[in-house]
């Protein structure tokens, strides 16, 4: 069963954790995976789920079972990430040197899932927020290796260039006659 927003939905910063979290009502607390370094002064208090979280998180609520075969679970996982992430991060610059080019133009836009490729790794990717050139994604694979020094954990984020991302291969299904 897929969570859908509540009045009594808020942000909360979690000391204990030392995360961002998601006070889903009185009894389940939802924690995302970023830390006080990565957010916004604002995320460091307690905020309202407003009217754009909800429509933000509702959105890829529908998008992400068009896209991706996940539990209902995982799909509220990704939301609620994806939506601390459009709207409790600080800016960042793109790193696109750690990626391949993309010989394929690709459409970026918000909810849309993309591959990244790295050290002969694809990485999947979900698009959280889109610019004019670059788009910031956030690691839906287990974890991208990205130098000997530097690894993306699930649900961290990245800006890159659009020339970036590769599109999902497609799956054939072959029919006989």
């Given at each position: 069963?897929?969570?859908?927003?509540?009045?009594?939905?808020?942000?909360?910063?979690?000391?204990?954790?030392?995360?961002?979290?998601?006070?889903?009502?009185?009894?389940?607390?939802?924690?995302?995976?970023?830390?006080?370094?990565?957010?916004?002064?604002?995320?460091?208090?307690?905020?309202?789920?407003?009217?754009s979280?909800?429509?933000?998180?509702?959105?890829?609520?529908?998008?992400?079972p068009?896209?991706?075969?996940?539990?209902?679970?995982?799909?509220?996982?990704?939301?609620?990430?994806?939506?601390?992430?459009?709207?409790?991060?600080?800016?960042?610059?793109?790193?696109?040197?750690?990626?391949?080019?993309?010989?394929v133009?690709?459409?970026?836009?918000?909810?849309?899932?993309?591959e990244?490729?790295?050290?002969?790794?694809?990485?999947?990717?979900?698009?959280?927020?889109?610019?004019?050139?670059?788009?910031?994604?956030?690691?839906?694979?287990?974890?991208?290796?990205?130098?000997?020094?530097?690894?993306?954990?699930?649900?961290?984020?990245?800006?890159?260039?659009?020339?970036?991302?590769?599109?999902?291969?497609?799956?054939?299904?072959?029919?006989?006659?």
């Open positions: 069963m897929l969570l859908l927003p509540q009045k009594d939905w808020h942000w909360k910063y979690n000391d204990s954790y030392g995360v961002l979290s998601v006070s889903l009502g009185s009894e389940i607390e939802f924690l995302t995976a970023y830390k006080a370094k990565s957010l916004i002064p604002d995320a460091l208090s307690s905020m309202e789920f407003n009217i979280h909800a429509k933000f998180y509702m959105s890829l609520l529908d998008k992400l068009k896209t991706l075969t996940l539990t209902d679970a995982a799909v509220v996982q990704i939301a609620l990430n994806a939506t601390a992430a459009h709207f409790m991060l600080t800016p960042q610059m793109p790193k696109s040197w750690f990626f391949d080019t993309s010989e133009c690709v459409y970026s836009d918000v909810g849309k899932v993309f990244l490729k790295c050290q002969k790794q694809r990485a999947l990717v979900l698009v959280v927020e889109n610019t004019l050139q670059s788009a910031l994604v956030m690691l839906l694979s287990p974890e991208c290796v990205l130098s000997g020094a530097k690894t993306l954990g699930q649900f961290e984020t990245i800006k890159v260039m659009h020339n970036r991302l590769h599109p999902l291969r497609a799956q054939r299904h072959v029919v006989a006659a």
